[in-house]
T-cell receptor, first 113, second 113 residues
Framework: KAGVTQTPRYLIKTRGQQVTLSCSPISGHRSVSWYQQTPGQGLQFLFEYFSETQRNKGNFPGRFSGRQFSNSRSEMNVSTLELGDSALYLC????????????FGPGTRLTVL | DQQVKQNSPSLSVQEGRISILNCDYTNSMFDYFLWYKKYPAEGPTFLISISSIKDKNEDGRFTVFLNKSAKHLSLHIVPSQPGDSAVYFCAASGAGTASKLTFGTGTRLQVTL
């Protein structure tokens, strides 16, 4: 069974640009969550999508947005990039029920110059 | 406000001995706890989980203990192997927000020969 895949794996952008990251969950999983990992803040929850609807949201500005498609694939968008957005962005999928472990993809390393 | 804390940033253990990683939480609404292992530039790998209705869960060499009154959980690895060397994160979620994981800051485990 294929795991969670994320594309691209590495990305370099400049301040002010926008970026879109993609995540394909494990087959059958309906929940996709996004996390940001930075050295200073650790792993922080961005948002979760379940059946194409945002179900949970973390404490990030509106520049961070996402969506989920009918096949459960998800995209995350960051607009007007700032230097502080440089991070490893991780996507995780699960069945979406209570007490389901999340399985993480390898992440997308975003560098903002 | 760090709701999940791992107070030991690093731990060194000899091969074959027991590794004990600790985690404390402050939010009494958390009812599901997980441990993940992470290598640099990779996504976290799920190890073991426990719900608040239990106080112990075992899976092979890994055992997680939960002390709800103390708001404390620990991961025991017996016996420790060199391949266990990684950063270990504990994570927690609450009822209704099972996919919104709050992570600790991580403990770097080094298993020496």
């Amino acid at each position: 069974k294929a795991g969670v895949t994320q594309t691209p794996r590495y990305l370099i952008k400049t301040r002010g640009q926008q970026v879109t990251l993609s995540c394909s969950p494990i087959s059958g999983h309906r929940s996709v969550s996004w996390y940001q990992q930075t050295p200073g803040q650790g792993l922080q929850f961005l948002f979760e999508y379940f059946s194409e609807t945002q179900r949970n949201k973390g404490n990030f500005p509106g520049r961070f947005s996402g969506r989920q498609f009918s096949n459960s694939r998800s995209e995350m968008n960051v607009s007007t990039l700032e230097l502080g957005d440089s991070a490893l962005y991780l996507c995780a999928s699960s069945w979406g029920n209570t007490y389901n472990e999340q399985f993480f993809g390898p992440g997308t390393r975003l560098t903002v110059l | 406000d760090q709701q999940v804390k791992q107070n030991s940033p690093s731990l060194s253990v000899q091969e074959g001995r027991i590794s004990i990683l600790n985690c404390d939480y402050t939010n009494s609404m958390f009812d599901y706890f997980l441990w993940y292992k992470k290598y640099p530039a990779e996504g976290p790998t799920f190890l073991i989980s426990i719900s608040s209705i239990k106080d112990k869960n075992e899976d092979g060499r890994f055992t997680v203990f939960l002390n709800k009154s103390a708001k404390h959980l620990s991961l025991h690895i017996v016996p420790s192997q060199p391949g266990d060397s990684a950063v270990y994160f504990c994570a927690a979620s609450g009822a209704g927000t099972a996919s919104k994981l709050t992570f600790g800051t991580g403990t770097r485990l080094q298993v020496t020969l």
